[in-house]
């Protein structure tokens, strides 16, 4: 009987524990793999830099598949799997455009012009606007397939499930587990300036949460996140991209 207590609890511990390490891995892999290639790099390079970040993504997605199964999980399981409602995530992702083009012209209107700050989104991209082959490649396996789908799969499926689970049954975990991960979605966007990352960061916010409110179901926030990123990058391509854009 005196054993009783902790082989009840040990299994809820080790597996707090093994979700705060997969946190913690794949953070840690992800901004290596930043560190090791630049996006930077890829803006009007040749084939193999333009390679390198689906590649990237792909691998991510592969490392974190791999510690999903260690876990005894599916990407099914945190989310890739038919939603429910097709009319609650068109909704979903309405509302969500809305809170992110809110997002948007608080940070660029008013925060981030108030602390001298401006994301170099724009500027970063310039190579895009005029050049059809750059803006295709940009938009359908970058946006698409590396943001929208990679992305997804990878900071909402993955990520914020793993902090939940790693947080335990505290109060506010749901909570605390969504500003992590935007924080973290944020950080490793810094190639895009301090601006570009806070903007980020407000954007996983708003994806994470809408991830939530879709009861954990990943395809709202994908092609929420892949129509966001189609209207910015179009924007350029346009060349009606602002500044502060």
Not at 50 to 66: C, D, H, K, Q, S
Not at 133 to 158: C, D, H, N, T
Request: proline share 3%.
């Amino acid at each position: 009987m005196a054993t009783a207590p902790f082989s009840l609890m040990a299994p809820q511990a080790n597996s707090r524990r093994d979700a705060a390490l997969g946190a913690a891995s794949i953070t840690l892999i992800a901004a290596a793999a930043m560190a090791v290639f630049s996006t930077e790099q890829a803006v009007g390079g040749g084939w193999l830099e333009r390679a390198a970040i689906p590649t990237r993504m792909l691998l991510l997605v592969a490392g974190a598949t791999f510690l999903l199964r260690w876990a005894g999980e599916t990407w099914q399981e945190v989310g890739f799997r038919r939603p429910a409602s097709l009319w609650r995530t068109a909704g979903l992702v309405v509302v969500g455009y809305l809170a992110i083009g809110a997002a948007f012209a608080l940070m660029t209107q008013l925060f981030l012009p108030a602390v001298g700050i401006a994301p170099k989104t724009v500027t970063l991209f310039a190579a895009v606007e005029g050049d059809t082959a750059e803006y295709l490649y940009w938009l359908i396996p970058v946006i698409w397939g590396s943001a929208a789908f990679g992305e997804e799969l990878l900071f909402r499926g993955y990520l914020q499930t793993r902090l939940h689970k790693a947080l335990g049954s505290i109060t506010g975990a749901a909570a605390l587990a969504l500003i992590l991960q935007a924080v973290i979605f944020g950080a490793l966007h810094s190639y895009q300036g301090l601006g570009g990352a806070i903007m980020a960061g407000s954007t996983g916010l708003v994806l994470g949460a809408v991830y939530l409110a879709a009861r954990k179901n990943l395809w709202a926030p994908i092609i929420l996140h892949g129509l966001v990123d189609t209207v910015s990058i179009s924007a350029i391509y346009l060349g009606v991209a602002g500044q502060a854009g």
